[in-house]
């Protein structure tokens, strides 16, 4: 079984989602009963609507779970160096536009381009894993390949 890195901010996250998923399961099985008690289930719209809730947070709450018991967790205070690995904050910059973009490079479950992380399974970080200031990286996109050079490299510990 694959261990995927999470930060330890990234596993408290899920902890506490898979707890609130949790919770949320009673208030779904007795609107499930409710619909069930109002007669006919083929044309109960209601009852539908129920299952298809529960069938969702299963499937969700089954994920999460699946996510915690594969998952190595790391703490981004103690990493440091000189290479984009996870927890790095790597600055690149676009070799034929100069378009900076600066990218923390977490686990698939933390990624969130508008706070600026990705996961490091993503194309562009997949590129930049081992790479050192002053690399250049080719990155496959929709558009063809794009060029960039590694400005910097950091590590700012947890993010919040």
């Known amino acids: 079984m694959q261990q995927i890195p999470i930060s330890v901010q990234g596993f408290k996250r899920l902890e506490k989602e898979l707890e609130e998923l949790k919770k949320e399961r009673p208030g779904v099985i007795a609107a499930i009963a409710e619909?069930?008690?109002?007669?006919?289930?083929?044309?109960?719209?209601?009852?539908?609507?129920?299952?298809?809730?529960?069938?969702?947070?299963?499937?969700?709450?089954?994920?999460?779970?699946?996510?915690?018991?594969?998952?190595?967790?790391?703490?981004?205070?103690?990493?440091?160096g000189d290479k984009a690995i996870f927890g790095?904050?790597?600055?690149?910059?676009?070799?034929?536009?100069?378009?900076?973009?600066?990218?923390?490079?977490?686990?698939?479950?933390?990624?969130?381009?508008?706070?600026?992380?990705?996961?490091?399974?993503?194309?562009?970080?997949?590129?930049?894993i081992g790479k050192e200031v002053g690399d250049e990286i080719t990155v496959e996109a929709p558009r063809g390949k794009i060029q960039y050079e590694i400005v910097s490299i950091c590590f700012n510990g947890p993010q919040e």
Request: charged share 30%; no cysteine.
């Open 35 to 80: 619909a069930r008690e109002e007669g006919d289930l083929r044309e109960n719209a209601g009852y539908e609507a129920a299952r298809e809730r529960q069938g969702m947070l299963e499937a969700r709450i089954r994920y999460v779970e699946s996510r915690l018991a594969t998952s190595r967790i790391i703490d981004l205070a103690t990493l440091d």
């Open 88 to 128: 790095a904050t790597v600055e690149i910059e676009d070799v034929n536009t100069g378009e900076v973009k600066t990218w923390t490079l977490l686990g698939p479950d933390e990624n969130d381009p508008s706070k600026g992380s990705i996961s490091i399974l993503s194309p562009v970080a997949q590129a930049m």
